[in-house]
Every structure is written in C-alpha cells, then in structure tokens.
C-alpha cells in the first residue's frame, strides 16, 4: 500500500514538471514578446477641431507605420488640457499610452495648480518636441479692424472692453495675450473656452467676441473662405503662414510666446522600450513626409530630444512665473 502511494506520487511529479517545462519551452511569453506587441493609445489634451488634432493624428500615423500596430488616439479635453495630459503621466510605464502636450501645460500649470501630477520634467518622460505654433490674431472680416495697429488704437481707447476667445484659461493663446497686455501697457479682456481652438473659433465666427487668438491650423481654413481675418502673428519676422499679418515684434511689441508641441509618456519606462519610442520619434519628426504636413499647415519645426525638450521646458517656467507676477499685480 505504501510503496503503490508512493509511486503516484512520484508520478503525479513527473507529470507537473513535464507540463512545466512544456509550457517554459514551447508557449510563448508575454514578457518575451519584442515592443510593441499590442495597440498603443495616444492622448490628446484638446477637444477635436482644434490645432492639435491634425498634429496628433498625423505623429499617429506615422508611428503606426513605423511600429506596425495600431495607434489609437483619444481626445481628453479639460482643465486647461492638465485632464488628458495627467492620464498619460499617470499610466502604467509600459509604452503603450503616449501623448501630446504643450509648454503651457508642462511648463505654466505646475506654477498655478498644486494639484496636478508633475511638477518638471522629473516627473515625466518628454520623447521628442515636434513643433512650434506661433500664436496669431484673428477677426472677422467684417471687423472694422483691417490691421494690427487698428485693433491696438481700440484697445486703448476702449480698455478691457475688447474681448479675445482663447482656447482654455492660461494656455498659451491666453498667455500670448496677458504677455502684450504687460508689454503695451494695455488690457485685452481673454474669454477661454474648455473645448479648445475650435470653440473659441466658433465664438468669434459667432460675434460672441472681437478677436480670437489661435493657430493656423485651426484659423487657415476660415481664412480662405473669407470669413476671418488674420492681422497679427506673435513672431520676431513675417510668419510665412500669414504673411498679410503684421509681425508683433516689428510693430515694437517684443512677445514672442508659441505653442511648443511634444510628446511624453510616463516616467519609468524600461530603458529598452523608451530609446525606442524616443528613435522611432525623432526619425518621424525628422522625416520628409512630417516636414511636408508642418508647412501645410503653418508650423515650425523644431525637434529635439528629451534632455533639450526639458530644458527648454525649463526656460518656459522661467518666462512663466515672471509673466504670473505680472497677472497678479493686475487683479
């Protein structure tokens, strides 16, 4: 009786290890599998009709096409684009949720919002800058503003009556505008609307306010139906999206504040999986097909790695708690 248990038992044993080393030798492990082995999702802070929307979905493209999965992107608008922007920071560092953001969410927020998930760069993983978007001014064409220095003449004479739609409070077309506000010692009222460019857009089609500050990508097409006119852009020179516009800064108002563009994902990626995420995106910035689609639509490329990403967002903070001093003083 003893010596039968004792043998079904060592047959049992043989059994387990047998099916054990089965499934190590011949199944497939989910660890061993190369990245990226599913679909990636890419986050988009804004609302969709705005001037990020075409920027992220063709970065998305593009990194299908690269990676060859699936690129799902996800529009999570709010909280002056802190919402989406806080779902990527905070999800599993695995490379399979990315995003793009902007210096005004990474650099301005941490000054305003104790509340959100990052403070500086230390606390994300910046993959690659893509673009620079110059703010621009926009009315509309039966405005009886035909230039910059006609709209300024009726902020002076007309101070905080003058309302600009901005696309969320104290994002960049917010800031671009309390920026000449300190500058030219005037004060244009900001109207800021949650769902992005697009809203603010539709604002001023609507004559719900005087002006709006945007991008081209968002603007550019009501301007060639002739419904908007641009009269300014916030550039040192002529901004060869809009050339008609008046450059801010020849017209004596040094504000030059863009909309810089990266793309991040949370901190503690596998070192293996974030060089080639990081690669893989400065090769797409860097590519023919991505500098064509950037001067369709009025952007300036500038693509850079993730130690200049952090550094320049770390100038950003500079010129953003100096211009928060300023907004301050003013309440």
């Known amino acids: ?142 405005s009886p503003w035909h230039t910059f220095e006609d709209f300024m003449d009726a902020v002076r004479k007309n101070p905080g009556k003058i309302r600009a739609a901005v696309s969320g409070y104290r994002t960049i077309p917010d800031l671009a505008i309390q920026e000449l506000n300190k500058i030219a010692q005037v004060k244009i009222a900001t109207i800021p609307f949650t769902g992005g460019g697009g809203e603010a857009l539709v604002a001023l089609l609507g004559g719900r306010v005087e002006a709006s500050t945007g991008y081209a990508p968002t603007m550019l097409p009501h301007v060639q139906a002739g419904k908007i006119r641009v009269i300014a852009s916030f550039t040192k020179d002529k901004y060869f999206a809009f050339p008609q516009a008046t450059s801010v800064v020849q017209a004596g108002y040094n504000v030059t504040l863009p909309a810089s563009y990266s793309v991040v994902a949370p901190k503690g990626m596998p070192s293996e999986i974030k060089d080639k995420i990081v690669a893989t995106s400065l090769a797409i910035g860097n590519s023919p097909e991505f500098a064509q689609f950037a001067e369709k639509h009025g952007l300036i490329l500038d693509v850079k790695g993730p130690k200049q990403t952090d550094e320049e967002m770390n100038e950003y903070t500079k010129i953003f708690r100096e211009l928060i001093i300023f907004m301050d003083q003013k309440k």
């Open 1 to 142: 009786m003893f010596i039968e248990t004792k043998r079904r038992s060592i047959f049992f044993i043989l059994i387990f290890f047998i099916a054990t080393l089965g499934t190590t030798l011949f199944a497939p492990s989910a660890q061993a599998q190369p990245y990226p082995n599913r679909d990636i999702t890419f986050i988009v802070p804004y609302g969709p009709g705005g001037s990020t929307d075409p920027i992220s979905r063709q970065f998305a493209s593009q990194l299908e096409q690269a990676l060859k999965v699936s690129v799902n992107v996800e529009n999570k608008p709010g909280g002056s684009a802190t919402i989406g922007t806080a779902v990527v920071i905070r999800a599993k560092p695995d490379g399979y949720t990315l995003g793009l953001t902007s210096n005004s969410v990474l650099a301005y927020q941490p000054l305003v919002n104790k509340a959100i998930a990052w403070k500086g760069p230390e606390d994300y993983q910046s993959i690659v800058k893509l673009v620079d978007i110059p703010t621009i001014i926009a009315v509309r064409t039966d």
